[in-house]
Structure formats: C-alpha cells, structure tokens
C-alpha cells in the first residue's frame, strides 16, 4: 500500500503550509493517519495524528498550537497538516503513515505504523 504525501516546500518564518496524504489503495477518510517529520541529522518523530475509530485528534508538544490536522470536507480520501507560524525548526522531511486496519488508533511509535509515505520537504528560512 503506498501513501503520498506531498505539499513541502520553502517558506519564511511566520509562514505557513498545507500538506497533504492521500492514498489510491486505502479509504483514508476512516482510516487512522499519522505524521512524522525528520529534521537533518536528528530522528524521526512523531508529531500528530488522527484516530480513524472517532476521528480525535493528537499533537506532540512541539507542535500543539499550531499545527492543525484534519481530514479534508470535499476531498475525504486526503488527511491534511495546516501549519502555522513556521520557524527553522520545523524544516524536516514530512511522512503519513497508516496503521495495517482502519480502526487502530493513534500511535507515537513508527512501529505501530504499516504503510507509509515518500515524505515531502519542508523548508523555513530567510
């Protein structure tokens, strides 16, 4: 199963983006989907996700307040990462994953994830 994540790019700080994941192969508007993001020369880490049993929502710390995830109102197979107020921090690679079933709930662990995602760049500098 692949997933595709795309919508990265170059940005300011204060700046702000929408990525994307959307897969051809599984429903993704039930289907519990995470995010991770790896910044140069560090590990990945997880940074939300959103439950396909009920739709609740996560966010890692370093993320709460500004990142947004949802899945999308007309376009129900793709899960969305509003980000806002973007600092150099952030600039990492961006990855969806997806658990093996639809109803197993959120993770922090990459471990608990199946199906992941190419990853899309983020980057945020002057």
């Known amino acids: 199963v692949q997933l595709q994540a795309f919508g990265g790019g170059s940005v300011q700080p204060g700046g702000y983006l929408k990525i994307s994941c959307a897969s051809s192969?599984?429903?993704?508007?039930?289907?519990?989907i995470g995010w991770f993001r790896q910044a140069p020369g560090k590990a990945r880490e997880w940074i939300t996700c959103?439950?396909?049993?009920?739709?609740?929502?996560?966010y890692s710390d370093s993320v709460k307040g500004r990142f947004k995830i949802s899945r999308e109102k007309y376009k129900p197979e793709e899960v969305y990462v509003q980000i806002n107020d973007l600092t150099p921090e952030d600039t990492a690679v961006y990855y969806c994953?997806?658990?093996?079933?639809?109803?197993?709930?959120?993770?922090?662990?990459?471990?608990?994830?199946?199906?992941w995602g190419q990853g899309t760049q983020v980057t945020v500098s002057s």
């Open positions: 994953a997806a658990p093996k079933f639809w109803y197993i709930d959120c993770s922090e662990l990459e471990s608990d994830y199946e199906y």
């Open positions: 192969e599984i429903a993704l508007h039930d289907h519990t």
């Open positions: 959103i439950s396909g049993s009920d739709g609740g929502t996560h």
